[in-house]
């Protein structure tokens, strides 16, 4: 619950300064000004644009819609109209907090300067992650971040025949369709066993096996591939694997995943949590006072195993601005955590998953139970029928749900997201089996697929306890 | 949690009578019947078929499908070949509680005989309720329930270029739709002040203005209409109000609503609920012992308020059916109520909806905060963005949600069953406020519609506290 401490901080003389503006940051900076009208709110930030939707740069790539700019949430003109400062091109090089200072680098003009803060927001975000390989800096290796890496990585394509897609996770899947959707030959190589590794090897092998079912003609996935070599004199002409296999390519991207940055919080004495991102409380607050931290740099607490974990999502770094904005301007707030929850799509099949996977699950010592279902995502009789694979996990001790993951032409987001609420409050199997959910021929089933999983895993449980 | 009390009931000589077999009979007689393959379980049904989808007749009037037997889920031999018993064209026109016997008319025949139960289950349903208006014997005038009623408003439809419905809820609304796309001039006749009652009145006027700004050319809708006198010799030319004003017409379908079938109970000394549907406890039992009740004939308990409620729902009938047979073959299962979430479209627009509405919520004594959303359903720069129209009700005391409503050519009803699985453990604003859903452009907006409307509830709240 929020309560208005207004006489604490509502102090014209207030500096609330924000190193990052993507998405917490930016968010944290429009809050903070409508909180605190006459606070002075400066945003630094390396980047050129501030606000815009990173998650949209596939579907932009793909040509979903032509003007990148439309990813653009908010322009700097949009912030500075509101009165907030923003200094892009912009690196904040260390952090004083004896002085509460900063130390600013111009990128542009070189010049270096000191300013003062009286709140501070680290939103630095998370940069890929780049495997040691040789020839890294040959022309056509991309890596996707900015909007500029967007433009980059769409005008390549255009022009190219054949891409290799170093990693198989949510934005390589994302590439994937988008290259494909553009007439490239695909080749995707993913380090570890399956792709999509957040989902269960299960479901991530019924992932692989429709894409190769539909688009086998295409894309080639290649699980357990390790990257040596990047091949090409000035721009790259093939990749090189461990087993010495060669693939010719005319551009390649890297999804090896995402770090979180970090160094300016540490040499800052800033305490990193055991996920090696930025460790604050609830509040977003750090272990130093009136430094706060939020987004992708920041570690989140798992709300189903109250453990931290470090899961970097538009959707949390959008409210952990939030409530680092309210308790910078001397509001309570608390973000309770995260689950996890997140979907993608590759053509026609929707991926959607919520909490903890069961490797996760077994690692954190969970005795994990679960049921998988197939079925239909409307009446049969209906025209348009899609279909659902759902399987949910719970834990043999205490029943409760565990997590979900869901894939399927039909409406697999609907099922992850209805769990979903259910979760942060620690739901049962037996809870599950009693959800009231809509149902209409056009919509679902009269026995929706998570009724049907409940009751399989009641089953389970049932008999197992007696 | 289940137990299966084994010893207890399985009895060879046990015989499970089952009144009714449309959602909850044919349920409960095909659980009873796996549960212990050597009981005699019979189905008694005044009906020709049972186990039919009586939800998707509009589609089929509609034209969505062509053939009506596809809405049949199981057949009466699918029954037989589980050695299932199926009497239909039978009534059961006397239960005798204290002999453990009812007395049946074979509706072809017209034979009476008296036969034995060990356990009874009454899943007799409902009827539509017809409204005291002159004239109702001429032909042309319609209800829908049963497959035959679908054929012969399809047929009628078919040779028709004018209709009237009389009501304005789901049924009507999605009649409406099958009419207009066969190319029919109607007009809905409403008796209320709005159409889709179950919904608040702003939501309701928001559906109305939907339909007639986007087909107000082949569609007239009429609230406050009080129909006096159907109009015609043999067949209806016309529906006469008590204004005076006509309306001419080929054919009228009324659907103003549904009525428990409860005579047959009522009369063995079935104690009936305030709803005047027949009470039962959660496990379906009626208040003489070996007499249960399930389905559309039944009260329902509401879990937010935890008040009796007669909202017959055929998702519900099926759960109940279920836990009937669980607890008619001897093991404990409990069925914790029911939420009221149903959903259902009219052309492009969704409408879906949860829990009380404001007129029920404020009948109960809840002081009522609400909050309404219009927004995108996905991010802006996505090809064929729709919108989401999301009401949220909240209690001012306990910060409870207490329902929620939801309309729009976007993906409404993942809104709502998203609220629903939080809504069963009493889920507050604050709780919603921090729930993980999954974000992807084509999928959501960064902050769900859902999240919005908890972030005005909770500023809404937290003011009116301090």
Known sequence: MEFIIVSLVQNIDMKIVIIGAVAAGAKAAAKSKRLLPDAEVVIYTKEENISYSACGLPYYIEGNFED?????????????????????????????????????????????????????????????????????????????????????????????????????????????????????????????????????????????????????????IITSAEVVEFLGEESITGVKLANSHTINTEMTVICSGVTPVVNLARDAGIELGQSGAIKVNSRMLTNIPDIYAAGDCVEKINMISDTPMWIPLGSTANKEGRCAALNMCGTVDDFEGILG?????????????????????????????????????????????????????????SHKILGAQSIGSGDADKRINTLSTGLIRGMTVEELNDADMTYAPPYSTSIDPLIDAARILKDKLSCCTN
Do not use: C, W
């Open 68 to 220: 990148a700019d439309k990813l653009i949430v908010r322009t700097i003109s949009d912030f500075e109209s509101k009165g907030i400062k923003v200094f892009n091109k912009h690196e904040v090089t260390a952090i004083h907090p004896d002085k509460k200072e900063i130390t600013v680098s111009n990128l542009v003009s070189g010049e270096k300067f000191v300013t003062s803060y009286d709140k501070l927001l680290i939103a630095t975000g998370a940069v890929p992650y780049i495997p040691d390989i040789k020839n890294r800096e040959i022309k056509g290796i991309y890596t996707l971040k900015t909007i500029d890496d967007g433009i980059n990585i769409r005008n390549r394509m255009l022009s190219s025949k054949r891409a290799v897609i170093l990693g198989g996770g949510y934005i390589g899947l994302e590439l994937l369709e988008a290259f494909m959707q553009n007439g490239l030959s695909i080749t995707l190589l993913e380090r570890n066993h399956s792709i999509m590794n957040s989902f269960d090897e299960d479901m991530a092998s019924l992932i692989s096996a429709y894409i190769l079912k539909n688009y086998g003609d295409k894309i080639n």
């Open 341 to 397: 929850s997140a979907v993608t799509r590759f053509m026609d099949m929707t991926m959607s998953r919520t909490g903890l996977s069961s490797k996760v699950a077994e690692s954190l010592g969970y005795d994990v139970v679960s049921a998988i279902v197939t079925k239909r995502d409307k009446a049969g009789y209906m025209p348009a029928v899609g279909y659902v694979i759902l399987k949910i996990l719970a834990d043999r001790r």
